[in-house]
T-cell receptor, first 113, second 117 residues
Framework: AQSVTQPDIHITVSEGASLELRCNYS??????LFWYVQSPGQGLQLLLK??????LVQGIKGFEAEFKRSQSSFNLRKPSVHWSDAAEYFC???????????FGTGTRLKVLA | GAVVSQHPSRVICKSGTSVKIECRSL??????MFWYRQFPKQSLMLMAT?????????EQGVEKDKFLINHASLTLSTLTVTSAHPEDSSFYIC?????????????FGPGTRLLVL
């Protein structure tokens, strides 16, 4: 069965520091991968997605993610975190042939001033 | 980007009563809407998929008689939790997709927090 794992439940970084949020998936073929951010009182917002092609994907708000097939990973990165980035981040996979999202359990990011 | 709203944002009800949650796509026509449930510190779990004008498709383990879904128009889907019990307390999130393309981006509502006393 397909699954998505986000190993880190909480991450705390200082403002201006770099960030990497981990995401691993389990799927037999190449999945379609997404990162969403959820802020209190707001819906999940799409940060970026990977379908095919260049394995380094650029998203909104300065985020990027890299698809590594050998590691079944799709880690999210940002070179310099802003206080407004504090939120919950979800990795998701949509398997080819379906439209159903499988979400990871999320990583809550705290940013220290 | 596209906007999806949910109403109410939070609701408290007594055990045994029914609660209706609305999901609206504000600036696009949603051919498909999805309902998710999110428990504290857990992931979003897909409950059901609804296509405008047809019956919803429920995920395994989701009681269709308890969670009634109606998608009567291209901009509105409703989830009714019937005879709610405390274990139904959760965060319910809808999302909407504007076309039948499988990889069309889904837009998520802000969620509805339900507390059943």
């Amino acid at each position: 069965a397909q699954s998505v794992t986000q190993p880190d439940i909480h991450i705390t970084v200082s403002e201006g520091a770099s960030l990497e949020l981990r995401c691993n998936y389990s799927y037999g073929a190449t999945p379609y991968l997404f990162w969403y951010v959820q802020s209190p009182g707001q819906g999940l917002q799409l940060l970026l997605k990977y379908f095919s092609g260049d394995t380094l994907v650029q998203g909104i708000k300065g985020f990027e993610a890299e698809f590594k097939r050998s590691q079944s990973s799709f880690n999210l990165r940002k070179p310099s975190v802003h206080w407004s980035d504090a939120a919950e981040y979800f990795c998701a996979v949509v398997t080819s042939g379906t439209y159903k999202y499988i979400f990871g359990t999320g990583t809550r990011l705290k940013v220290l001033a | 980007g596209a906007v999806v709203s949910q109403h109410p944002s939070r609701v408290i009800c007594k055990s045994g009563t029914s609660v209706k949650i609305e999901c609206r796509s504000l600036d696009f026509q949603a051919t498909t809407m999805f309902w998710y449930r999110q428990f504290p510190k857990q992931s979003l779990m897909l409950m059901a998929t609804s296509n405008e004008g047809s019956k919803a498709t429920y995920e395994q383990g989701v009681e269709k008689d308890k969670f009634l879904i109606n998608h009567a128009s291209l901009t509105l889907s409703t989830l009714t939790v019937t005879s709610a019990h405390p274990e139904d307390s959760s965060f319910y999130i809808c999302s909407a997709r504007g076309s039948l393309a499988a990889l069309e981006t889904q837009y998520f509502g802000p969620g509805t927090r339900l507390l059943v006393l």
